[in-house]
């Protein structure tokens, strides 16, 4: 496509759309690259962080090189997670009820089959087929009780941002693949364990901050709408400012590029494809809490402060400091204004009254971010993606993916910018996982895993049937 030429002299090198952690990765290191570069970043809502919220935990694991590089950069060492009641029980609802055993014994087996078969679809083959079930068909169809459906469901809508029924098997397991399979996911949503790396948002933001000195950070202002011309960029935000730039960075995830107003239109060959079914879709919140109480209520009764309950929504919690609990909730838009109260309701119930009473409670509510669809990396002109859901080879949908992409697009904006100080060793950024990190599998694991309750009984019923059968036959015979 030609582009125009437009009449104004940009104002800056590089504007960066979204102060999430791709969005400050690539301040920080298209300063790192050349500090005599104008950047400007600016972020919709009234903090830094997006995703990773601002006063949370968060964890990763070793293999995320590139989130163990950043902390080099801002200069904090990681630190293994202290759990001091890793030997307390956790408070689950799969635990719970009578058919908690053979439910967890079924989801294992499920979850072990889809772990299994995820090396055919490392991000490198990312191939989306024409006809396969959705996760939600895959599920019911696997797994016969409701807490282990209402379990997987909700990972699905976790990690990719839209309910099961939106994401093709295809594009789930490519997305898992690239974070290092599915039980790493679960470990990083719903387990906690003290092996990872547990990061302070909180720190982590101040740190990147320190060094982000000399780049404007606009809070509380929203892009709208961007011209593309073949020789700048141009930006208006919900104020009407305009910011002009020879290069934008757009560090948020494709559904919210998509409320973005693009002249001319993105071209296709620019657009990651999305399964057919994504048309209208159910916009889905998430809110962060953070509870801090007079002493660690869970403990006294027994409980590590790991705690799960699916229904009647999905809340994932953890004791992240010493009497403090945050975890994060899965609603409705409708739902926003009730959810805490919902949410200490809950803690309520299962941990007792005094959860009612938080010496002080915050709580931050955004959008999902969705990553249906094929990883995005290839820059159209002056416009560069970011983010984690568009990063294609490690960690996609986690911390690691999001600061490789913020790398990988900070290396195309200074190439657009200034290419004479981009090295070839700059350009290697985005790197395939190893060969290693894919599990090894053995055929008969694999055939074993994919028996579940439904299988197993049709085929009892066709082997007995057919026995009945044979019988029957041999009795007319004789
Ligand atoms: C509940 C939960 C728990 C998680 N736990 C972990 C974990 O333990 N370990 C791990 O590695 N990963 C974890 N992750 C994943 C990780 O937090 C995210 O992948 C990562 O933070 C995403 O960063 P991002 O910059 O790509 O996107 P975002 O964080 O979404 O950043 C996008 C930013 O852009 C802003 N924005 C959007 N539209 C506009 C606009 N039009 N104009 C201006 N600004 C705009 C948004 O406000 C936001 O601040 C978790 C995610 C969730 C949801």
Same mark, same amino acid.
């Given at each position: 496509m030609d582009l125009p030429f437009g009449t104004q002299t940009p104002e800056l090198d590089v504007l960066i759309v979204g102060g999430g952690l791709s969005g400050l990765t690539s301040a920080l290191k298209i300063l790192a690259m050349e500090s005599t570069l104008k950047v400007r970043l600016i972020e919709a809502?009234? =903090? &830094?962080?997006?995703?990773?919220?601002?006063?949370g935990i968060r964890l990763v694991d070793g293999a995320q090189q590139d989130m163990l590089a950043l902390l080099t950069l801002v200069h904090l060492s990681p630190r293994r997670r202290r759990s001091i009641n890793g030997r307390l029980r956790r408070c689950w609802?799969?635990?719970? =009820? &009578?058919?908690a055993l053979p439910a967890k014994f079924e989801l294992g087996r499920y979850i072990e089959m889809l772990d299994l078969r995820?090396?055919?679809?490392r991000s490198k083959r990312f191939n989306l087929r024409e006809r396969v079930s959705n996760m939600e068909q895959h599920i019911c169809h696997h797994l016969f009780f409701s807490k282990s459906r209402n379990f997987m469901l909700s990972l699905v809508e976790l990690v990719c941002g839209v309910p099961a029924s939106e994401v093709d098997y295809d594009v789930f397991m490519s997305i898992c693949s690239s974070c290092g399979g599915l039980k790493m996911l679960i470990d990083f949503y719903f387990t906690y364990p003290s092996s990872f790396y547990e990061i302070s948002t909180e720190m982590l933001i101040e740190s990147i901050l320190e060094q982000l000195q000399f780049i404007t950070i606009t809070l509380n202002c929203r892009a709208v709408r961007l011209d593309h011309y073949k020789n700048y960029v141009q930006v208006t935000d919900d104020q009407g400012n305009r910011h002009t730039a020879q290069a934008a960075i757009l560090a948020i995830p494709w559904n919210k590029v998509q409320k973005l107003e693009f002249v001319p239109p993105i071209p296709t060959a620019y657009q990651p494809r999305t399964p057919s079914k994504s048309g209208q879709r159910r916009r889905q919140l998430i809110s962060q809490f953070r509870l801090r109480y007079g002493k660690s209520v869970w403990t006294d009764l027994g409980y590590s402060g790991n705690f799960l309950s699916a229904q009647p929504l999905l809340v994932s919690g953890h004791e992240c400091r010493l009497s403090s609990f945050c975890g994060y909730v899965l609603h409705a838009p409708e739902d926003q204004d009730e959810v805490l109260q919902d949410v200490v309701d809950l803690l309520a119930e299962h941990f007792g009254e005094e959860m009612r009473q938080p010496l002080e409670c915050q709580c931050h509510t955004d959008e999902l971010n969705a990553a249906q669809h094929k990883p995005q990396t290839k820059p159209w002109h002056r416009v560069i993606w970011s983010s984690s859901s568009a990063v294609g080879t490690s960690y996609r949908s986690l911390m690691g993916g999001a600061v490789q992409s913020g790398f990988r697009a900070a290396v195309n904006a200074v190439f657009v910018v200034?290419?004479?100080?981009?090295s070839w060793k700059d350009m290697l950024v985005e790197r395939p996982k190893l060969a290693q990190d894919v599990v090894a599998s053995g055929r008969i694991r694999g055939l074993l895993s994919r028996l579940n309750l439904y299988n197993v009984t049709f085929y009892s019923f066709f082997v007995l049937g057919l026995i009945w059968l044979l019988n029957l036959g041999y009795a007319r015979a004789f």
């Open positions: 809502s009234d =903090g &830094l962080g997006g995703q990773m919220g601002q006063n609802d799969l635990d719970r =009820g &009578l058919t995820m090396p055919k679809f200034r290419p004479q100080v981009v």
